[in-house]
């Protein structure tokens, strides 16, 4: 890894989630893997941890759960967050779908498409995905997806690898 390699992923990860995130994210002594195909950032990891991987499709970052409870300790509720109702916080651990009516609070910043962390009301790390709809819709909407859960901290929904 260079130099490089490392302010780039910061820089994007200041883009994506706001300043200060990269060296949240991504501290000194990651571990960057490249395709050998391309020569192109693929999954960062810290102490073999996985943080995120980088999106072929459109250069995005998306989170693990490791890199989602960096960020969860770091920063303040509702920053890059979808809080739901405590009692199907279970039901997110597992991997399953945000849906509009569970959501009690969002940050107002979240766009659909964007990369989310789902947390309960006392703030505990339950699943990270991306966001369907905007964090007043999420809000405001009784009805609908409001996050296509990509990974549960308690269950596999599907591989943490997402290119």
């Known amino acids: 890894m260079t ?10 990860a ?13 501290p000194n002594g990651v571990e960057i ?10 999954r960062i990891y810290h102490e073999g941890k996985l ?15 490791e890199g989602a409870r960096r960020i969860v300790e770091k920063t303040r509720k509702p920053k890059l967050r ?15 779908n945000v849906f509009a009516k569970h959501v009690v609070e969002a940050d107002p910043n979240i766009r659909p498409g ?8 006392s703030d505990r790390l339950l699943a990270v995905g991306r966001a369907v709809l905007n964090g007043e819709e999420m809000i405001s909407f009784k009805s609908g997806v409001a996050v296509k859960v990509r990974k549960g901290v308690g269950g596999e929904k599907c591989e943490e690898n997402v290119t």
Do not use: C
Not at 51 to 65: E, K, N, V, W
Not at 114 to 120: A, G, L, M, Q, R
């Open 14 to 26: 200041e883009y994506q989630f706001g300043k200060g995130i990269g060296d949240i994210l991504f």
């Open 82 to 96: 979808v809080i739901v109702a405590g009692e199907i916080a279970k039901f997110i651990k597992e991997g399953r």
């Open 114 to 121: 964007s990369e989310v962390i789902v947390v309960d009301e």
């Open 33 to 42: 893997e490249k395709s050998r195909k391309t020569g192109k950032i693929r």
């Open 51 to 65: 943080l995120a991987t980088m999106r072929a499709s459109d250069g995005y970052l998306a989170l693990s759960i």
């Open 3 to 12: 130099s490089t390699d490392l302010y780039r992923i910061r820089r994007i």
